[in-house]
T-cell receptor
Framework: DQQVKQNSPSLSVQEGRISILNCDYT??????FLWYKKYPAEGPTFLISISSIKDKNEDGRFTVFLNKSAKHLSLHIVPSQPGDSAVYFC???????????FGAGTQVVVTP | KAGVTQTPRYLIKTRGQQVTLSCSPI?????VSWYQQTPGQGLQFLFEYFSETQRNKGNFPGRFSGRQFSNSRSEMNVSTLELGDSALYLC???????????????FGPGTRLLVL
């Protein structure tokens, strides 16, 4: 049962434009959400997180938006850079510690 | 500070065999989690260990087991391998189970297992 879904397996965006990655979840107990970035042959690295008491968190070029009523979150990357080409995973947890449920990932390709 | 290391990096086994994967967490980290990554499924949580005790377990059959040693190093074992066990197995360590620990969870590069 996939409780965290990333319905877009891939996204192609031009350098300098905005990348928008989407993630939906079904478990209303989730209250902590994270985005990870993964390059080939490396493990995922933490990018940005948001707790359910917020609806937006920003860190440099990365902003995560949370819509609890829609059980939806999104990651915005502005501006997109070639080094952002990677697989992005959305993850959720029912507490600020505990096992993570991951989405299937979205492959982002930033073209010059 | 050295990162999370996993050995071996690549492994080929045949159906029915068993395999043991190793994970050395970042020095000082006491929590180790294991994940299985397959195409289209993302990362599936296997189990989490803290201070040599399994704290959380995912929905995997009993063929998947793990343990943690007193130095926080962890091993996972898969017995009676099946073709569907072919995956990237990732280990992650964090300092504790306290609030915010997920932000400080660091992943290793993974062990790619191929079952023939």
């Amino acid at each position: 049962d996939q409780q965290v879904k990333q319905n877009s397996p891939s996204l192609s965006v031009q350098e300098g434009r905005i990348s928008i990655l989407n993630c939906d979840y079904t478990n209303s107990m989730f209250d902590y959400f994270l985005w990870y970035k993964k390059y080939p042959a490396e493990g995922p690295t933490f990018l940005i997180s948001i707790s359910s008491i917020k609806d937006k968190n920003e860190d440099g070029r990365f902003t995560v938006f949370l819509n609890k009523s829609a059980k939806h979150l999104s990651l915005h990357i502005v501006p997109s850079q070639p080094g952002d080409s990677a697989v992005y995973f959305c993850a959720a947890s029912a507490s600020s510690w505990g096992k993570l449920q991951f989405g299937a990932g979205t492959q982002v390709v930033v073209t010059p | 500070k050295a990162g999370v290391t996993q050995t071996p990096r690549y492994l080929i086994k045949t159906r029915g065999q068993q395999v043991t994967l190793s994970c050395s967490p970042i020095s000082g980290h006491r929590s180790v989690s294991w994940y299985q990554q397959t195409p289209g499924q993302g990362l599936q949580f296997l189990f989490e260990y803290f201070s040599e005790t399994q704290r959380n377990k995912g929905n995997f059959p009993g063929r998947f087991s793990g343990r943690q040693f007193s130095n926080s190093r962890s091993e996972m074992n898969v017995s009676t391998l099946e073709l569907g066990d072919s995956a990237l197995y990732l280990c992650a360590s964090s300092p504790s189970l306290l609030a915010g620990a997920l932000r400080t969870q660091y992943f290793g590069p993974g062990t790619r297992l191929l079952v023939l």
